[in-house]
């Protein structure tokens, strides 16, 4: 469930996983990396909501079927 913090919205690991379709340990490496811009709160890593979204935008593929 994500949580709001500043009238932002923030999504677990877990969720970020799920929302983008990858791997929980892909979605570690892409904080590492900096692809995405995390939030420790304690012992818990949080991904701004619009951060995933706008990671899914840019690896978004668009396939087109030939005729």
Not at 6 to 28: C, D, G, I, P
């Amino acid at each position: 469930m994500p949580v709001e913090i500043n009238r932002k919205r923030f999504l677990s690991v877990q969720e970020a996983s799920q929302e983008l379709e990858l791997s929980y340990s892909t979605v570690l490496i892409h904080l590492r990396k900096g692809k995405l811009q995390g939030l420790r709160v304690g012992r818990t890593l949080l991904i701004a909501e619009a951060e995933v979204r706008s990671l899914r935008a840019s690896t978004s593929v668009n396939l087109t079927l030939r005729k």
